[in-house]
Structure formats: C-alpha cells, structure tokens
C-alpha cells in the first residue's frame, strides 16, 4: 500500500511552547484516518503544519517523496487540500462563486474543466445545486460545511484534510456529512479527519490516532479504539 502522507517526528512550536510533539502519522492510499482528541491537544496545529501553514520539523512525505519546506503551495500543488474549522467561505458571494474560487489554483495552472468538476461536486452535495444562486452567509451550518468540502473538492485533491467538520452541527447532519466524506474514497480521495466527536469519526474512519497534549497517546484501528476501554471512558462517555 502506497504511503500518501507519512510524517515522522513531526513537531510544531508556538515560540517556546510546543503544541505537537514527535508525532508519527500515515495516511494510506484510499484510507479515511481521524485524530481524535480534547480541545487543545494539537490537532488543529498538526493538520495546519501538515499543510505548510506553519513551520514544523521533523519529516513529512508525500507518495514518499520528502517535501524539505512545507508550504501551502507545493501541498496544493500535490493534491493536498484543507477545510479549515471556521470553513472560512465568502459569505457575500454565492455557492457557485465560493466553488469557482476551489478551483482557482487548477484555473491558473491552465486547466479549464471548472464547470465539469462543478457538476461533479454537485453529484455529491445535490443540496449545493439547489442552492447555487444563493450567497453563502445565508446557508446553514450543514449546508455551510458542505460549501467548505465542496469547496475544496474543486481543486480535485487526493488528501483531503477536514478540521472539526461536525462541529456546531446536529448529530443527524454530522452523520450526513460524515458519511459524504466516507464515500469520497470511491472518487480516490483519501481523507485525514480531525474531531472531537470521537464517536462519529471512529464510525467513518479505518485508523484512528488519539492526540494529547500533542502526543500520540494511542493508535489502532478505528473499530478497534471503539472498543479500547480508555476510549470509551475519555471520549466516548456521553452520545
Ligand atoms: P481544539 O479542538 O480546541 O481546536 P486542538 O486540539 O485543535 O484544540 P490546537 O488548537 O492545535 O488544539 O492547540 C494546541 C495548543 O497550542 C494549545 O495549547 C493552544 O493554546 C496552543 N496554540 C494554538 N494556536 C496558538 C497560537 N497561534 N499561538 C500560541 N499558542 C497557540
């Protein structure tokens, strides 16, 4: 099995303060893979350095090839894409607009297949083409949180990584987008999940990490962390 995203060592400082510490981590080809952990484990802080947002050291690898400076510009152009968990979207503008701007970087590398992969995008969230026209600040949250997916769909990538997407959302709608996000392996999508619903991403996710204190306190299989006593008494008490 082909590694997509391989970190080794991978630590991340603000200033003095390390906030993730020695992190080894693998997404697979094909594999959906979660971080689970309470507020202020890392987890935000990881996915930002693993997109080049902010500076790290150790190692991190994609298909295997060492990228020496991480940056936002070379993860794009390897496929890499963020949704970030304020979803960030242009909320004056429509939900075809904020689409268009996902696909940008494609556009200005000359491809021009924006609307083809629009109506893609629109296959899997109908509820965006129902609501093309319409300015996104005026969606709800789950369809906001579709927006930003899609969104980042449009630049066709093959690591799609997901900040929080459930969060402030109702359980039915994360199931929802969950379950749209588990389907996307079938289009060669591979997905790094960071949650706090450790319950709900350990039900869409073939591996799980368990990240405290910028540690990795423990990995496994998702069905199996389901199960692993100290995953049911920490994160999986209530819901
Ligand atoms: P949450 O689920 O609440 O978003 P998290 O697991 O994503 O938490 P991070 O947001 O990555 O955690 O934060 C990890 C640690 O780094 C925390 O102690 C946080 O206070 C600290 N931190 C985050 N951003 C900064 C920053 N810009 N400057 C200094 N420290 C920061």
Redesign the pocket.
């Known amino acids: 099995m082909t590694l997509l995203l391989d970190l080794q060592d991978f630590s991340?400082a603000?200033?003095s303060?390390e906030?993730?510490h020695r992190v080894g981590l693998q997404v697979a080809s094909g594999e959906i893979v979660t971080v689970i952990?309470?507020?202020?484990?890392?987890?935000?802080?990881?996915?930002?350095a693993a997109m080049g947002l902010?500076p790290s050291t150790g190692t991190l690898a994609l298909d295997g090839e060492r990228i020496a400076r991480p940056s936002v510009e070379a993860m794009v152009a390897r496929g890499v894409a963020l949704v970030p968990?304020r979803r960030e979207l242009f909320g004056e503008m429509s939900v075809e607009d904020n689409l268009l701007l996902g696909g940008f970087y494609r556009w200005r590398k000359g491809q021009r297949d924006q609307k083809a992969r629009m109506a893609e995008v629109f296959e899997i969230f109908p509820r965006l083409r129902e609501r093309r026209a319409q300015r996104a600040s005026t969606l709800s949250g789950g369809e906001r949180q579709m927006l930003a997916i899609g969104r980042a769909l449009m630049a066709r990538p093959r690591l799609l990584m997901l900040?929080?997407p459930s969060l402030g959302l109702a359980p039915l709608i994360v199931r929802e987008v969950l379950q749209v996000v588990s389907s996307l392996r079938t289009q060669g999508v591979s997905v790094l999940l960071?949650e706090?619903n450790a319950r709900a991403a350990l039900q869409v996710a073939d591996r799980g990490y368990v990240?405290e204190?910028?540690h990795v306190a423990l990995q496994g299989p998702a069905a199996d962390l389901l199960h692993d006593r100290r995953i049911i008494d920490t994160y999986l008490g209530i819901g």
């Open positions: 991340v603000y200033g303060v906030a993730v952990g309470p507020n202020g484990a890392g987890k935000t802080t990881l996915l930002g902010l968990e900040d929080e960071v706090q990240l204190m910028g």
